[in-house]
């Protein structure tokens, strides 16, 4: 017989309520207004998104990483799985209840990922975050990676989207240093972000790294030198 699910924690926001579901040891949902936004077992594409975004700084010294969305923090351990030892990664999230969560009920499920010393959590909006490393000329990341759980779609505004559009995707550019990698993942293929991303100077590969289902997207674009 399947167990029910629990709610462990909840939390208000401008979006609805936000909640923290149980179903087991290591079974848990994030839910938005009962629409579920994260499941702790179906993964997949989060895991290939973090190793992606970072696999070309498996011997960098002292690489630097930018994560936007904490989420149940599956992300920032593939990250931390991949990178080097005396790497720093900054992970922008705007909610302090997700933070809360990595570090408490959900903290099994990474090994404490958001604990590491290695990390640094603000608690900020990443595409503000970016604009702040774009203008810092001695602040860039050598990956971005962004696992919102609103990735670019066919309505995103071209032009002014704060993360996906064109003028974003100019700051991204910025904030790398030169050959980083823009990581982003996406719940559907979106034609027109990966035209966007080729356009502002990045080389674009694509993955579906689910098996049978609904199969999300991860989108690794890679800057191109001057």
């Known amino acids: 017989m399947t167990r029910p699910w629990v709610t462990i924690d909840s939390a208000a926001t401008d979006d609805g309520r936000l909640e923290l579901r149980r179903r087991g040891e290591r079974d848990f949902l994030i839910t938005l207004d009962g629409l579920v936004l994260m499941n702790s077992v179906a993964n997949r594409s989060e895991i290939v998104l973090g190793q992606r975004g970072c696999s070309h700084l498996r011997s960098r010294s002292s690489a630097r990483v930018l ?24 992970v922008a999230e705007l909610n302090p209840v997700i933070l809360a969560w990595c570090r408490g009920p959900l903290a ?17 909006d990443v595409a503000e975050r970016v604009r702040v ?3 810092d000329e001695t602040g860039n990341f050598d990956a971005i990676i962004f696992d919102l759980y609103r990735g670019p779609h ?9 993360l996906y559009g064109s003028r974003a995707i100019a700051r991204v550019r910025q904030a790398l240093t030169p050959g980083g990698i823009f ?6 293929y979106d034609e027109g972000f990966a035209h966007r991303l080729e356009a502002g100077g990045f080389a674009v590969k694509t993955e579906r790294p689910g098996r049978g289902g609904l199969r999300h997207v991860v989108f690794i674009a890679q800057q191109l030198r001057p």
């Open 67 to 90: 994560v936007g969305g904490l989420g149940m923090g599956c992300t920032l351990r593939a990250v931390l799985d991949t990178l080097p030892a005396d790497a720093r990664v900054v």
């Open 108 to 124: 099994g499920l990474t090994g404490g990922a958001a604990n590491d010393p290695r990390v640094d959590v603000e608690i900020v």
């Open 133 to 135: 490393a774009a203008n």
């Open 154 to 162: 066919f309505r995103t505004d071209r032009l002014n989207d704060p």
């Open 183 to 188: 990581a982003v993942w996406g719940e559907n």
